[in-house]
């Protein structure tokens, strides 16, 4: 992977996260510039200098698209209002939920994001999911071609959001006739920032009421319906599966077998983060107010005994070199999944690329292994997603 902090892999991974989702490298290096020779990147005030410099460089390229817009050029305008959201999640996702701007950073952020979406003309809707007296935000990516379509149902992971999935996949299932209900569930997004929804383990919770959302549409099959999500969203979509059996296929983007396993390798035997602010931003997901309550939480959000439950295809796909997750939560998923009518695991080498966490290093790679997997587990008609709608001959 490229690393543009080779002494500090948390904000390597942000950079190849906008890389990966549409940011322009120019505009990377100069919001990194100023923060690769902080003495200390771990500290409150190195989060708050990623947050200025990433936010400005947000600010900046929104003044651009508003310029594009007014001057009659939407689609030119549409393209930096995604990136100018992209760079404000980005901005946002470092420094404590506590930070006095980072909240503003994120409206901020998601409004440009839904206004490049319109200026570029996407065929998507900004929607909410009943949940409960709640409504969970989610953005509907529709397949082309007319009639009922299969969906999929996305999740997020720790850390990440609605948009900055959009960014990553959506034109590939889109292309492959698939549509997406790509959701800010419980402990991520505007879920969790501004409904204050933790996370729960019982994914399937909140599966089955975006299921049920998508049986009221007419533009949706509902008996084709699946469901993928990354990061810590490999323990949210198979346990989803298991128990909501409505879905007809599963992905795990980066497995979890055992996030109770996980979460104490990353605080360290001493009770002590060894990633600095983990203990703190897993403790805002779940809703824990100290370390011993969000190890029994993560301790609840294992596969074992659940994974066998699993009725659906499922896909686990990994990177040899993770550096988060080993390897050993992908082999046991797929393993434990005896009942899965297939089961396949497909693991990113280094020699290849895509091998680090959740394909980092090379997500393109990964998102095609995805899209196509899906698309055929649908059954999918891609020739459908082509702009004039006909076969090639």
Request: charged share 20%; net charge neutral.
């Given at each position: 992977m490229f690393e543009y902090f080779p002494d500090y892999y948390p904000w390597s991974l942000a950079v190849m996260s906008a890389m990966n989702r549409g940011g322009h490298i120019s505009e990377v290096d100069e919001a990194c510039r100023p923060l690769r020779d902080l003495p200390d990147k771990k500290g409150p005030a190195a989060q708050d200098a990623w947050l200025t410099s990433w936010a400005r460089m947000a600010e900046r390229v929104e003044r651009l698209g508003q310029a594009d817009e007014e001057a009659g050029h939407p689609l030119s305008a549409g393209r930096k209002y995604l990136r100018a959201g992209l760079y404000g999640l980005l901005a946002e996702r470092m420094p404590s939920h506590h930070h006095p701007r980072r909240l503003a950073v994120y409206r901020r952020a998601i409004d440009s994001f839904a206004r490049g979406m319109l200026c570029r003309g996407d065929d998507v809707e900004l929607v909410e999911v009943p949940f409960g007296e709640h409504r969970l935000p989610a953005i509907f990516s529709r397949a082309p071609g007319g009639g009922r379509a299969p969906c999929l149902v996305h999740f997020d992971g720790l850390d990440l959001t609605k948009e900055i999935i959009y960014a990553a996949v959506a034109e590939e299932y889109r292309r492959r006739g698939v549509s997406l209900l790509i959701v800010d569930h419980p402990g991520v997004g505007a879920a969790l920032r501004l409904l204050n929804l933790p996370a729960v383990p019982e994914a399937e919770?909140?599966?089955?009421?975006?299921v049920d959302y998508l049986e009221t549409r007419d533009d949706v099959d509902a008996g084709r319906v699946g469901i993928a999500a990354l990061s810590l969203g490999g323990y949210y979509a198979p346990r989803a599966a298991a128990f909501?059996?409505?879905l007809r296929c599963c992905v795990a983007?980066?497995?979890?077998?055992?996030?109770g396993a996980a979460v104490a390798d990353r605080l360290g035997g001493t009770g002590e983060p060894s990633v600095p602010g983990f203990a703190e931003h897993l403790g805002w997901v779940l809703n824990t107010p100290t370390i011993e309550e969000t190890r029994a939480v993560a301790a609840r959000m294992t596969l074992e005994g659940v994974a066998e439950h699993i009725t659906c295809p499922l896909l686990v796909v990994h990177?040899?070199?993770d550096r988060q997750i080993p390897l050993w939560h992908a082999e046991r998923t797929v393993e434990r999944?005896?009942?899965?009518?297939e089961r396949e695991l497909r693991i990113f080498r280094r020699a290849d690329g895509g091998a680090e966490h959740c394909g980092a290093d090379n997500g393109t790679l990964v998102v095609d292994c995805m899209a196509d997997w899906v698309?055929?587990?649908?059954?999918?008609?891609?020739a459908g997603a082509r702009p004039n709608g006909r076969k090639r001959t």
């Open positions: 919770l909140w599966a089955g009421a975006c909501e059996k409505r983007w980066g497995a979890i077998y055992d996030y990177g040899e070199n999944a005896v009942n899965a009518p698309a055929t587990k649908l059954g999918a008609n891609p």
